[in-house]
């Protein structure tokens, strides 16, 4: 099973900065990464795939890069609505497909 | 409009069973794979069982494998999962998640329902 570590737990931003949070895996999942955001008693949503690849309706300050075992989510310019737990996802080796523990981005 | 609605939660003693339903529209649910994940009060999301579309698959996560049924009914756009043997450690709420992928799977799960919590307590 591949193990997805996210870094950090919880990172205090102030509103127009910049966020980035990182997800590592136990071994290489090519570029097969998804993150997903979470808001309070709401489902998650996808927000990109393909480890760069913004899904539909996602707003262009999110971007994500990265190959391997090491990937990076930024959010540009930090929007009200952005402050979320985000988590990241592997769907390289399934079953099973594994999350991250989540990184919770809060308002500084 | 794409929905996932899910139902059939509740509080459960240990060891009971419970099944859980979840009723798709705005898509043709016949043509994707779909998943059910779940969310421990205060957790991160796991991933529990997934199903093809033409239940050409079936998956379970280690944690519920021999407990869980999942299934599906594409006349009735409609996914199930059967839970025996419930223990605390299964008190979470329940997400149904699209594949994002027509027929062939991508992995990546586009759409979900609302979520059912499930509590087993005594």
């Known amino acids: 099973e591949i193990v997805m570590t996210q870094s950090p737990a919880t990172l205090s931003v102030s509103p127009g900065e910049r966020a980035t949070l990182s997800c590592r895996a136990s071994q290489s999942v090519s570029s097969n990464l998804a993150w997903y955001q979470q808001k309070p008693g709401q489902a998650p949503r996808l927000l990109i795939f393909?480890?760069?690849t913004r899904a539909t309706g996602i707003p262009a300050r999110f971007s994500g890069s990265g190959s391997g075992t090491e990937f990076t989510l930024t959010i540009s310019s930090l929007q009200s609505e952005d402050f979320a737990v985000y988590y990241c996802?592997?769907?390289?080796?399934?079953?099973?497909?594994?999350f991250g523990q989540g990184t919770k981005v809060e308002i500084k | 409009e794409v929905q996932l609605v899910e139902s059939g939660g509740g509080l459960v003693k240990p060891g009971g069973s419970l099944r859980l339903s979840c009723t798709a529209s705005?898509?043709?649910?016949?043509?994707?794979?779909m998943n059910w994940v779940r969310q421990a009060p205060g957790k991160g999301l796991e991933w529990v069982s997934s199903?093809?579309?033409?239940?050409?698959?079936?998956f379970y996560a280690d944690s519920v494998k021999g407990r869980f049924t999942i299934s599906r009914d594409n006349a009735k756009s409609s996914l199930y999962l059967q839970m025996n043997s419930l223990t605390a450690d299964d008190t979470a709420v329940y997400y149904c998640?699209?594949?994002?992928?027509?027929?062939?799977?991508?992995?990546?799960?586009?759409?979900w329902g609302q979520g059912t919590l499930i509590t087993v307590s005594s």
């Open positions: 199903i093809g579309s033409s239940t050409s698959y079936i």
């Open positions: 393909g480890a760069s």
């Open positions: 998640a699209r594949d994002s992928s027509a027929w062939s799977p991508a992995g990546t799960f586009d759409c």
């Open positions: 996802q592997q769907y390289n080796n399934w079953p099973p497909w594994t």
């Open positions: 705005g898509f043709t649910f016949s043509s994707y794979s």
